[in-house]
């Protein structure tokens, strides 16, 4: 966990707690406390590490053994190429093809939290950790810039393709 969020989560997860669910906000590979390297959105590896997340779920003595019942989705879109935060209608979307990829890289940039050192890898060493993250940085609008038009890139990822898969 991030400290940075957890006053915003603690407020979020007791909320559905009081409905007697269980809630939990995951780091993805390569960020906040997160070893790793976080290589792009919607990656194989980010989706290889969801299913692992769901499968740990499952296997927890709070789970009822059904890994996945419901999903809130915040901030998310079915087509990534044609109405996400990249191209509207094929066209580059110019306001937030430059916002959001920078706050990305600021967010990604920042190191670990130190009073999360250690936790359960004891090996943890925060500081190669977070060299690590800032020598395999990307800006993610150098991917969007390379794919300006619908192909493999956009599909995948984006659930418009095959609502069958959810």
């Given at each position: 966990?991030?400290?940075?969020?957890?006053?915003?989560?603690?407020?979020?997860?007791?909320?559905?707690?009081?409905?007697?669910?269980?809630?939990?906000?995951?780091?993805?590979?390569g960020t906040g406390n997160l070893q790793g390297i976080f290589d792009d959105e919607y990656s194989e590896?980010e989706l290889s590490d969801g299913l692992k997340i769901l499968e740990w779920i499952q296997n927890q003595?709070?789970?009822?053994?059904?890994?996945?019942?419901?999903?809130?989705?915040?901030?998310?879109?079915?087509?990534?190429?044609?109405?996400?935060?990249?191209?509207?209608?094929?066209?580059?979307?110019?306001?937030?093809?430059?916002?959001?990829?920078?706050?990305?890289?600021?967010?990604?940039?920042?190191?670990?939290?130190?009073?999360?050192?250690?936790?359960?890898?004891?090996?943890?060493?925060?500081?190669n950790v977070w060299k690590e993250r800032l020598h395999n940085l990307m800006p993610l609008d150098f991917?969007?810039?390379?794919?300006?038009?619908?192909?493999?890139?956009?599909?995948?990822?984006?659930?418009?393709?095959?609502?069958?898969?959810?």
């Amino acid at each position: 966990m991030d400290a940075s969020k957890s006053a915003r989560d603690e407020i979020r997860l007791k909320y559905f707690s009081g409905f007697s669910y269980v809630s939990l906000r995951v780091d993805i590979r390569g960020t906040g406390n997160l070893q790793g390297i976080f290589d792009d959105e919607y990656s194989e590896q980010e989706l290889s590490d969801g299913l692992k997340i769901l499968e740990w779920i499952q296997n927890q003595t709070w789970s009822n053994g059904k890994n996945l019942s419901g999903i809130i989705s915040a901030y998310s879109t079915d087509d990534r190429y044609n109405n996400d935060i990249h191209y509207y209608g094929g066209c580059l979307a110019a306001q937030e093809a430059l916002s959001w990829p920078t706050q990305m890289l600021i967010l990604l940039s920042v190191p670990p939290h130190p009073l999360y050192q250690g936790g359960i890898d004891k090996d943890f060493d925060l500081i190669n950790v977070w060299k690590e993250r800032l020598h395999n940085l990307m800006p993610l609008d150098f991917y969007w810039i390379k794919h300006q038009n619908r192909n493999e890139y956009w599909r995948h990822g984006s659930v418009c393709e095959d609502y069958s898969k959810i």
